[in-house]
């Protein structure tokens, strides 16, 4: 498996199910589903750490959240491929959707709702 | 903003939240918590369609949904950034691990839990 | 450990952590962190399951789910009793405002958002 | 809208949605989804915070909170009324599970994974 560009990682993503007759499991809705609960995963190792202790994670526990981390990112992929939804271009429209809600300069080191 | 590769949306990403000197909310647990929030928004879009509804999203919401998944993604990008994971390298491990657990060839067309 | 009314689960659920020290761990941040893992983790048994399956749990799998689901509840009312918040006032509250929302007689079989 | 106990929430939320034709939107499956969404609201309210001002929340705050608490109670107690799983009889379950594996006195102020 060797990929770069997230193009690459939709089409290995596509030909990992295609091979295992995956695709009435991967509708959108499950999809949707099944990243939530990786992300909620992911969170599931930090809940009861101070932020000292998530900042400093020992070497083995960090990699187990890299591979949660994974699994959130296969899922992301794969669910916009299967809405033909162009992540990077919607990133792009998010984030100046973004700097128009919190102009740099204006409000430092505030936050108000999701930054 | 203009970017093509994760490292790219890393960088953007960092110099968004330096100029609004967001780093104490940046926090890894902050960010996990964020991104599931963001996940869950994703799902919440798809909780009461029927899968043949869901397949078929009017342009509207589709967009709408783009958006919720750009969030996602940038919240992934950033968490991972601030635990220094590499995404796509620590995603081809997840796949290749996948590709162990559930061999192309046999039981297709079934899934036992998490693909 | 028996208990029947919301006050009693949330003594039993003050006891239990007093007994382990586990204030410092059980802050309202923490407990809205751990019910939404704890919600996913009953998400994620219904994941790939069309809704016909979903409703036709084997015995031993709608054993697990009862667990989980007991393990939102638990974080629910401890997180409730941490905040001062009564559930059940709240409750009918949230049920008043959806009556208003969603009229019995108009609409009937749709939905609009979270009902 | 009167209710005290968990049968009288169940039979409440059962006359709502029958009043409405909701059956059909209802299934464990989406009562999953639609709970975990919920409870991922509520942690939107605190993803910012450090914990010091989770728990000092404004008041109006801590009402929104409290409204969103009781989506995660309602859909909590309707999933576990479709599935025919009695909550209070589970988590008594659930609570001594618990306490085997998180002896009072050993590890006091420790904690391992979710507790």
Known sequence: MTFKTLPEVAAAMRAFADEREWDRFHTPKNLAAAM????AEVLEHFQWLTDEEAKALPPEKRDA???????VFLYLVRLSDRLGVDLLEASKRKMALNALKY??????GEIRKTP
Do not use: C, H, Y
């Open 103 to 108: 102009p740099a300069g204006s409000n430092r």
């Open 65 to 71: 959240v890299a591979l949660e981390l994974a699994d």
């Open 36 to 39: 939530s609960v990786e992300a």
